[in-house]
T-cell receptor, first 109, second 118 residues
Framework: GQNIDQPTEMTATEGAIVQINCTYQ??????LFWYQQHAGEAPTFLSY????GLEEKGRFSSFLSRSKGYSYLLLKELQMKDSASYLC??????????FGKGTKLSVKP | SAVISQKPSRDICQRGTSLTIQCQVD?????MFWYRQQPGQSLTLIAT?????????ESGFVIDKFPISRPNLTFSTLTVSNMSPEDSSIYLC???????????????FGSGTRLTVV
């Protein structure tokens, strides 16, 4: 079966650091993606991990451990505009993306 | 990465009718997918649109309810048939091309079609 878990909601303060975790159990694995989605908009690509380790891209970093079925997205120097839903997705053996339910992040002043 | 034009952006439809959503890409893409996002929920894959052949549907979705066409590598349609209020949702197309896969840019999404069935 396919199962991707991430927290439903998180709250953080402007300027702080927040880590959003994702655990997965899927029948196939060809990489893990993180997407950002603002309310009423389409998801936008943030990061991609296929090998273990940390990928850094500006204020955002993503980590993957394939043996543990675990990933996290790290957001540094939070800004108000980072308030959005963050979606963890695994690419399956058929090439499609399987999404978790998303984590709604609220950044407060 | 590819640029997607998805139409209509929103519609309000009567139950029992059908709506066809179009997804036009500015370049040839390897794979095209259709997703549904119900209010407050994440994305659920409906089907993979296959060029020149029948779409591949996920569990819980059937061709009679969601017929899909993909006549070429840049265009696809999704029809929501015999609609009921439970079909009210956002429908999104998504594409990936070979260059995006190689560059790890990820999958690109259309802006979505917000459907309300009354």
């Amino acid at each position: 079966g396919q199962n991707i878990d991430q927290p439903t909601e998180m709250t953080a303060t402007e300027g702080a650091i927040v880590q959003i975790n994702c655990t997965y159990q899927t029948s196939g694995f060809n990489g893990l993606f993180w997407y950002q989605q603002h309310a009423g908009e389409a998801p936008t690509f943030l990061s991609y991990n296929v090998l273990d380790g940390l990928e850094e891209k500006g204020r955002f970093s993503s980590f993957l451990s394939r043996s543990k079925g675990y990933s996290y997205l790290l957001l540094k120097e939070l800004q108000m505009k980072d308030s959005a839903s963050y979606l963890c997705a695994v690419r399956g053996s058929q090439g499609n993306l399987i999404f978790g339910k998303g984590t709604k992040l609220s950044v407060k002043p | 990465s590819a640029v997607i034009s998805q139409k209509p952006s929103r519609d309000i439809c009567q139950r029992g009718t059908s709506l066809t959503i179009q997804c036009q890409v500015d370049s040839q893409v390897t794979m095209m997918f259709w997703y549904r996002q119900q209010p407050g929920q994440s994305l659920t894959l409906i089907a993979t649109a296959n060029q020149g052949s029948e779409a591949t549907y996920e569990s819980g979705f059937v061709i009679d309810k969601f017929p899909i066409s993909r006549p070429n590598l840049t265009f696809s349609t999704l029809t929501v048939s015999n609609m009921s209020p439970e079909d009210s949702s956002i429908y999104l197309c998504s594409v990936v091309d070979r260059d995006s896969l190689l560059a790890n840019y990820g999958y690109t999404f259309g802006s979505g079609t917000r459907l309300t069935v009354v």
